[in-house]
């Protein structure tokens, strides 16, 4: 199910009604409503495809249990280390099957072997959401393995008191709800858990949802549907026969559209959880403002790389263990990460090319490989902003033309040389750029903003504010491009 | 990996007192704003013709030919038959709709014209993708037609792809450019006519699908006029496709060429791309097929 479908709409209209004017006035109110939201979530989950259920409830059984067994005090060291691997194994296999077995299959078995694999592993549906809810099965057993992390508390208490079922279905909740379920942000159970309970429609916080909703839905509905349209020219052979300004302006088109999409998907996300109760991370902090690769992954896709630090990245050894491992931890981890969002090599080349980059800026600030302090602004920081606005465009092709040969074309077609862009495709870039490119502005402009706050007011930012986002919502309303799937929904 | 900055926690919801009443007016503003411009677009008829994407461009016309009242005719085409606006053919004292579109083949714009409980009267199909089978742009078309946006666009003009406020602009910008240029004049041919009707026999037989609905047209009474229109050539060069010749004639429609009248008239096309006719030359060939229509040539 879309959030971007009417079905959603009436799906959303009924749950928050049921859920607030039915099963908030229940008694048992607080864990009828965790169980209404784990059933809705598997109802929005298996509106396309009911037979995926199987999968999820797989998981949910797995990591609930397994969960629950490395949270007890009973079993020893050794008993939980295996538990653990075991979990581990589980989860990935999971996904290994579902996701990369065709992938695995080309690279490591002969041509011969293929002939009758091949058309069954190609058959194999790709469950939605399962990169993301598999990330937070793992994170929930190791963070319980662990048992150093806060914000365990509350599963602690439901095992002290002998709730079991109460302990499960905040392990359900974690891992299905809805907002999160399909394409993240990647939630972490010490985030998330000591918020579940009963939910009271006075406590929303609308202004928060309603600024996150209509943000969200103005950069997937107006700008990234609309761009898609223009960046349709980047698949081949479109691309071949344009000029190298078109070229680079799609390629600065489509960086534009996969934020626009992406990030909007996680502020609908993030909206949608405030109309239930809850309170999910920032996924997204401006990206484009980044002045170097090791800055692009502090603000894109925030929950995916603080996953990767805490679960492979300082497993690994991190930084700790010498230049020469750190530079081995960087490109693997890189390269897993690239290969977590497809079945592709190009998807790791891309995470490895990004590695790459990790690897030279660490080697540039000297032998600590801590980033120096920047000042706010200045002509080197607005040279690392385009620098790297450009090496994280270029990379986005791999994104778009999964085929190499493709990739090199493109490439080499921008180096031509020829001028000249057509005026319906400029408009269309332009126009639907512009938003993307003021949000970013309005993000660089913090000691801006605060003066201007401080001038003027609480009241006068909140009716600007307002005005704003009600212009963002008529052209929600009026303005939306052809509806499509989020991007990210395939991984 | 260097670790990313510190996460940051969404502001406490106590922070946003009277959020409930400030959201609610955003709300109602975001959607009286709307309400104001479907106001203005239906009052005014401050709308859109063409549009920025050529998703949009084919939601403007499919709306105003499904949603508008019945026109004695439709043009049914590619995106060279969608220059041909219906504004063009008022100016000529005609009705005709306009079903020309971008990067969609004409059999779904025929089956979209048959989608109307009364269709036009009058079919004039584009000959240049007559012969093609329909793919993905035009399963979205279809699908688009049903979907309940579409449903809704016809209750509420503001969610109407020519209420679009960029669309608009776009239109408005695009006429303008127009105005100003004039168009380029059509190129000489490559090979002179390679494309003349031939002597020998013609398969005059369609896909299945576009033959189902032709049949489908007769039998509603339709009179079907297949059109040959400029295509990026002068109209002195320009040749019209013997297949479709033979296949009008052996099913007893009429025929237009279009060329050959602006040649007759001494008018000359020109064109803002190679290949999509300006918007004078546009409206030229407007009238003349306006003409055509009203002396009941064409008629076999």
Known sequence: MLFNSWVFLAFLAVVFALYYGVIGRLPW???????????????????????????????LLINGLGTRLLISESPGQGQRRRVLAALVILNLAGIAFFKYASLLANTLLPGTALDGLLPMLHDIPLPIGISFYTFEGLSIVIDAYQRRVKGFEPFRQDIREGKEWRFQSRIWLFMTFFPHLVAGPIVRAHDFVHQIGHKRLREIDWAGAVRCLITGFFLKMVCADNLKEATALIDPPHFEGL???????????????????????????????RLFGYQFCI??????LSASLTEFWTRWHISLSTWLRDYLYIPLGGSRRGAARTYVNLFLVMFLGGLWHGAAWSYAVWGTAHGIGLAVERALRGPDGRPKPRA????????????????????????????????????????????????QTAYLLAVFSAPVILYHAWGGAGAFRERVRQRAGTRVIRLVEGVLLAVLLFLILTNSGSPGAFIYFQF | MNAPADRMENPPAAAYDAGGVWALVVCLCGVALAAGLGALAAGSGWR?????????SNMIRLADYRHGPRPHAVLIGTSLS??????????????????????????TGMEIALSRPDPALVWLVETRTLGQEAGANDAQL???????????????PALQASARPSSILYTRMKAAKDRRTGGRPGAAPASPGTSAPVASPVDTSFPPATERVLAQARAAGVRVIFVHLPDGRRVADSQPPAHAIAAAEARGFGWLDVPKLMSEAGVETAYTD???????????????????????????
């Open chain 1, 29 to 59: 109110r607080g864990m009828a409503q965790v169980l209404f939201l784990v059933a809705a979530s598997l109802v929005f989950y298996a509106y396309e495809n009911p037979w995926l259920l199987i999968l999820l409830g797989t998981s």
């Open chain 1, 243 to 273: 000029s190298s300004l078109t070229l680079l302006a799609l390629l600065y088109g489509f960086s534009f559209q996969i934020f626009a999409d992406f990030a909007g998907y996680s502020l609908i996300a993030m909206g949608l959880a």
């Open chain 1, 283 to 288: 996924n997204f902090n401006f990206p484009y």
């Open chain 1, 376 to 423: 706010g602004g200045g002509l080197k920081r607005w040279l690392g902003i385009f620098i790297t606005f450009n090496v994280v465009s270029l990379l986005w092709l791999l994104f778009k033309l999964p085929d190499f040969s493709d990739v090199l074309a493109y490439v080499k077609a921008l180096g031509r040389g020829t001028g000249g862009i057509a005026p």
């Open chain 2, 48 to 56: 859109a013709q063409l549009a920025e994407t050529n998703f949009q």
């Open chain 2, 82 to 107: 969608g220059r041909l606006l219906p504004g063009y053919f008022r100016e000529a004292g005609m009705e005709v709709a306009n079903l020309g579109l971008d990067g969609a083949m004409v059999v």
């Open chain 2, 142 to 156: 279809l699908a688009a037609l049903d979907d309940f946006s579409f449903w809704l666009g016809a209750r509420f």
């Open chain 2, 274 to 300: 190679g290949l999509h006719l300006a918007a004078p030359a546009a409206a030229n060939a407007a009238r003349l097929i306006a003409q055509e229509l009203r002396s009941d040539a064409g008629r076999p």
